[in-house]
């Protein structure tokens, strides 16, 4: 881990329209850390991903990477400068196979190189090296976000875009998931996270930072945090639903 920043956004205004959800706002996230984006529904937490990830254009102020400016560049041109995003949900091919949509997606690096990085993928992966050949459909929900992840891998990011990887999943999965974003981050890659689960998340996280209207109200370290007794009240506005829906996975 370093504390060398990596993601900086400036005073970014971006939304819908006329309607905005990012009011300027500002922060940093630092190379090879799990970034924990925190705030009620509504804030701005996934929509700081897709502006970053260029699915959405801000309307004015600068983000960086590496303190390049990549405002307002294409997916493509984002790809290519090593910014990967598993959205929320499922994004895979059903009926084609476990080794398809990983090849699909190393598309934008051709065949050759996608078959290359292929295996040293699936060495984070055992099971979907196992099920190779298996139907994305026929996949667990743990294993379907694994593919998801495992694809984004291919392309070797210095950052992960995930917004709410736990969806779905029983909270046994999801602290693999979360325990392999964490040794990503320790090889290397900046992580940056939305999710509901927030105290198993914060475990994992170096960072949090808060938001509420689409600006930051706090930055602190993730152990700090967690530590905190006002977590719930002041940053979980749902925390009881999420509490009962972990219950209902076990």
Sequence with gaps: ???????????????????????????EAK???????????????????????GLLKPKEGQILLDK??????????????????????????????VLQNLELGGITLGMKTTRERIPEVLDFFPR???RLHSMASALSGGEQKQLEIGR?????????????????????????????LRTLAEQGTTVLMVEQ???????????????ESGQKVLQRAASELLMDPNIERLFLGGMQQVQEQAQALS
């Design 128 to 130: 979907l090296k196992e």
């Design 197 to 211: 689960n927030v105290k198993s998340a914060l475990k994992y996280a170096d960072e949090a930072i808060a938001l």
């Design 68 to 97: 390049e400016e990549i405002t307002g560049l294409s997916q493509k041109q984002l790809l290519a400068k090593g910014i990967a995003f598993v959205p929320q949900g499922r994004n895979l091919f059903g009926q084609l196979s």
């Design 31 to 53: 190379r090879g850390c799990i970034t924990l984006l925190l705030g009620p529904n509504g804030a701005g937490k996934s929509t700081v991903l897709k502006t970053l990830f």
């Design 152 to 180: 984004a891998l291919l392309l070797r990011p210095r950052v992960i875009l995930i917004d709410e990887p736990s969806i779905g999943l029983s909270p046994i999965v999801v602290q693999d998931v979360f325990k392999l």
């Design 1 to 27: 881990m370093t504390d060398q920043c990596c993601i900086e956004f400036k005073s970014v205004l971006a939304g819908y329209k006329d309607f905005m959800i990012l009011n300027h706002l500002s922060f």
